[in-house]
């Protein structure tokens, strides 16, 4: 993915607040979590403010919180809703050397308003759904026979394939001619731009002012079937080559927030509108990208009706997830074999441990298991981050929009394979069985997920679709590559994983 950011200055723009005389990403996580907590369970908003080894323990209270979500189904919405006016809160909007609250994002005054760049596709014909997969396309029959696969094998849950079949079934919902999304990091790898491109959306592109995001921009955009609106520096005349468009599109998120909301409003034609959050940035740069796109989405939907949320989980985190999914791994890890039985009892329990210690209470009949894959590597600012959308989908959805989410699986983008340890990991997963993505199977899969939440009354996006219980929306359809029926726990097998490959990197 792309960075929303480039900056060099954290202080300017969307900027963690002020705690004790510096910005403090760590105070800031801790507090949002802690007012997240607050709204079901006190001791626990109180552990999570007084802990003091947040960026050791900040899993396990993630953990803590999505357990006593998952046993007060009101709760779980409500926390999610003061997580989210916790951060609005706390985050700042910097500029010319005074700060406002993000929640203050609507009254903010802005400045000069980018043009826009319009750019119409060429492609001709019917769009189609053609996976790529290892140098193929897949389609028809071909098409759901690998998705009776990934299914038997545990690599997608099986209302995800369905999802997909739906989509199959009526070509028709793949014309996106009447569809218009907004696109956050619009050059992102695991971004669907190329594919709403492809399938005839009317796309507005938002990305950082760098020209070489933006040649790659616009050869998808030219290649499709639909067209790009792109904010630029400066006018340009209609007919205005790549090189001088590129040379002036984009702006960063972060420092022109105020001037983005106001582009995105005028720009987008009247009628529905999706959002879509696909932006990365490394570290405590991730939360401020996340804080600015989720208050832009929210600003967008007090002034226009019928506003969608799009966005991507990670698999790496933790989910409530059918009882369906502990029963598989329970059966697989029963039938484990003497490497791992050996390997257990030499780590004392450390190593190969079950995926679900059981199943929690979660209203009713209803069980649901916690499956808990987060990567300490990836720090807590990753994991906030990636909560504000989720809360954000759960907050939307429960206030009566659209709010399409869905667990994307561990896919090779430059971002992860500039970490050593995680692409070794990635190297050694499949000995484990979980399958890592190429970026073009992720984002043409996730884009036909997108499109039958935006399509499918009964889809659990819908508000309208009746969910067992508020966390369902998150474990929805998800393609999480395995790891929630695989045997093992994702940190009790990451060493071997590493280890394994580190040896077939060096060879």
């Given at each position: 993915?792309?960075?929303?950011?480039?900056?060099?200055?954290?202080?300017?723009?969307?900027?963690?607040?002020?705690?004790?005389?510096?910005?403090?990403?760590?105070?800031?996580?801790?507090?949002?979590?802690?007012?997240?907590?607050?709204?079901?369970d006190a001791g626990l908003a109180d552990a999570i403010a007084g802990e003091p080894r947040w960026r050791a323990r900040y899993g396990d209270h993630a953990r803590r919180l999505l357990e006593v979500r998952v046993g007060d189904p009101g709760g779980a919405v409500a926390a999610a809703a003061a997580g989210l006016a916790s951060l609005h809160r706390r985050m700042v909007v910097a500029r010319e050397g005074a700060a406002r609250p993000l929640a203050d994002l609507a009254d903010l005054p802005a400045g000069p308003v980018p043009a826009t760049a319009e750019v119409r596709g060429t492609g001709r014909g019917a769009p189609e759904l053609a996976l790529p997969w290892k140098g193929a396309l897949l389609r028809?029959?071909?098409?759901?026979?690998?998705?009776?696969?990934?299914?038997?094998?545990?690599?997608?849950?099986?209302?995800?394939?369905?999802?997909?079949?739906?989509?199959?079934?009526?070509?028709?919902?793949?014309?996106?001619?009447?569809?218009?999304?907004?696109?956050?990091?619009?050059?992102?790898?695991?971004?669907?731009?190329?594919?709403?491109?492809?399938?005839?959306?009317?796309?507005?592109?938002?990305?950082?002012?760098?020209?070489?995001?933006?040649?790659?921009?616009?050869?998808?955009?030219?290649?499709?079937?639909?067209?790009?609106?792109?904010?630029?520096?400066?006018?340009?005349?209609?007919?205005?080559?790549?090189?001088?468009?590129?040379?002036?599109?984009?702006?960063?998120?972060?420092?022109?927030?105020?001037?983005?909301?106001?582009?995105?409003?005028?720009?987008?034609?009247?009628?529905?509108?999706?959002?879509?959050?696909?932006?990365?940035?490394?570290?405590?740069?991730?939360?401020?990208?996340?804080?600015?796109?989720?208050?832009?989405?929210?600003?967008?939907?007090?002034?226009?009706?019928?506003?969608?949320?799009?966005?991507?989980?990670?698999?790496?985190?933790?989910?409530?997830?059918?009882?369906?999914?502990?029963?598989?791994?329970?059966?697989?890890?029963?039938?484990?074999?003497?490497?791992?039985?050996?390997?257990?009892?030499?780590?004392?329990?450390?190593?190969?441990?079950?995926?679900?210690?059981?199943?929690?209470?979660?209203?009713?009949?209803?069980?649901?298991?916690?499956?808990?894959?987060?990567?300490?590597?990836?720090?807590?600012?990753?994991?906030?981050?990636?909560?504000?959308?989720?809360?954000?989908?759960?907050?939307?959805?429960?206030?009566?929009?659209?709010?399409?989410?869905?667990?994307?699986?561990?896919?090779?983008?430059?971002?992860?394979?500039?970490?050593?340890?995680?692409?070794?990991?990635?190297?050694?997963?499949?000995?484990?069985?979980?399958?890592?993505?190429?970026?073009?199977?992720?984002?043409?899969?996730?884009?036909?997920?997108?499109?039958?939440?935006?399509?499918?009354?009964?889809?659990?996006?819908?508000?309208?679709?009746?969910?067992?219980?508020?966390?369902?929306?998150?474990?929805?359809?998800?393609?999480?590559?395995?790891?929630?029926?695989?045997?093992?726990?994702?940190?009790?097998?990451?060493?071997?994983?590493?280890?394994?490959?580190?040896?077939?990197?060096?060879?």
């Amino acid at each position: 993915m792309t960075a929303a950011t480039g900056g060099p200055v954290d202080d300017e723009g969307v900027a963690f607040p002020e705690v004790d005389g510096r910005r403090s990403s760590t105070a800031t996580g801790r507090a949002v979590f802690a007012d997240a907590a607050r709204a079901v369970d006190a001791g626990l908003a109180d552990a999570i403010a007084g802990e003091p080894r947040w960026r050791a323990r900040y899993g396990d209270h993630a953990r803590r919180l999505l357990e006593v979500r998952v046993g007060d189904p009101g709760g779980a919405v409500a926390a999610a809703a003061a997580g989210l006016a916790s951060l609005h809160r706390r985050m700042v909007v910097a500029r010319e050397g005074a700060a406002r609250p993000l929640a203050d994002l609507a009254d903010l005054p802005a400045g000069p308003v980018p043009a826009t760049a319009e750019v119409r596709g060429t492609g001709r014909g019917a769009p189609e759904l053609a996976l790529p997969w290892k140098g193929a396309l897949l389609r028809g029959d071909a098409l759901h026979r690998h998705l009776d696969a990934w299914v038997a094998a545990g690599t997608v849950e099986p209302d995800a394939a369905e999802a997909v079949r739906t989509v199959v079934a009526d070509p028709g919902w793949l014309d996106l001619s009447d569809q218009q999304v907004l696109v956050v990091g619009a050059a992102a790898e695991m971004g669907p731009l190329p594919v709403l491109a492809d399938w005839g959306a009317h796309v507005l592109a938002l990305d950082l002012p760098r020209p070489q995001l933006w040649h790659d921009v616009l050869r998808h955009v030219r290649a499709g079937r639909g067209r790009a609106s792109i904010p630029v520096a400066r006018a340009l005349p209609p007919d205005a080559d790549g090189g001088a468009i590129a040379g002036a599109a984009g702006a960063d998120l972060l420092t022109a927030l105020p001037e983005l909301l106001a582009w995105a409003d005028r720009t987008a034609a009247a009628g529905p509108l999706t959002v879509g959050s696909y932006a990365y940035a490394d570290g405590a740069a991730f939360v401020r990208v996340a804080a600015a796109a989720d208050a832009l989405t929210e600003a967008l939907a007090a002034r226009r009706a019928g506003v969608a949320t799009a966005v991507l989980a990670t698999p790496t985190d933790v989910y409530a997830v059918d009882e369906d999914a502990v029963t598989a791994a329970a059966r697989r890890w029963s039938g484990r074999g003497v490497t791992a039985r050996g390997g257990r009892a030499l780590s004392r329990g450390r190593l190969f441990a079950p995926t679900y210690a059981g199943t929690v209470a979660a209203g009713g009949d209803l069980r649901l298991g916690v499956v808990d894959c987060v990567v300490p590597q990836q720090g807590p600012n990753y994991l906030l981050a990636k909560a504000v959308q989720r809360w954000r989908a759960t907050v939307a959805r429960e206030g009566g929009r659209v709010a399409s989410v869905h667990v994307a699986p561990m896919t090779r983008t430059r971002s992860v394979l500039r970490n050593r340890v995680l692409a070794a990991g990635y190297a050694g997963a499949g000995r484990f069985g979980v399958e890592i993505f190429d970026p073009a199977t992720s984002r043409t899969l996730m884009a036909a997920l997108l499109v039958h939440d935006l399509r499918n009354p009964a889809a659990a996006a819908n508000p309208a679709a009746p969910l067992s219980h508020p966390l369902r929306l998150e474990s929805a359809a998800a393609v999480h590559g395995g790891l929630w029926r695989m045997p093992y726990a994702l940190r009790s097998v990451l060493p071997p994983a590493v280890g394994l490959g580190l040896l077939t990197r060096g060879r």
